[in-house]
């Protein structure tokens, strides 16, 4: 069974910087798309941002200059670097994968999230 599981959330103040790690496990053989989104109370959830399998990256425009994606295919892992944090940066953050696939099975897994870990960001 694949899984996303995701670490390093927690308190901090503003201006403060904070690491989110996710990995992926469950015999995988290679992930397209691994993303970040965010899910603040009371809000939708939004991409924060992600990166490709060749290295691309996109970020939305609140956190550009701010925080740094990227990902280690050897341990399937990504991770978010997260500096200058503001109060709105606080909420909930999920790992999210895109064309995982595993080894001796055909079809992907193209919709697969993590439960998230909160990040609170204070005055």
């Known amino acids: 069974q694949v899984q996303l599981v995701e670490s390093g959330g927690g308190l901090v103040q503003a201006g403060g910087s904070l690491r989110l790690s996710c990995v992926a496990s469950?015999?995988?053989?290679?992930?397209?798309?691994m993303a970040w989104y965010r899910q603040a109370p009371g809000k939708q959830r939004e991409l924060v941002a992600d990166?490709?399998?060749?290295?691309?990256?996109y970020y939305a425009d609140f956190v550009k200059g701010r925080f740094a994606i990227s990902r280690d295919d050897v341990y399937n892992t990504v991770s978010l670097q997260m500096n200058s944090l503001k109060r709105e940066d606080t909420a909930v953050y999920y790992c999210?994968?895109?064309?995982?696939?595993?080894?001796?099975?055909?079809?992907?897994?193209?919709?697969?999230w993590g439960r998230g870990t909160q990040v609170t960001v204070t005055a």
């Open positions: 999210h994968a895109e064309g995982l696939r595993r080894y001796g099975l055909d079809e992907s897994v193209d919709d697969l």
């Open positions: 469950g015999n995988i053989y290679s992930i397209d798309v």
């Open positions: 990166i490709t399998s060749s290295g691309s990256t």
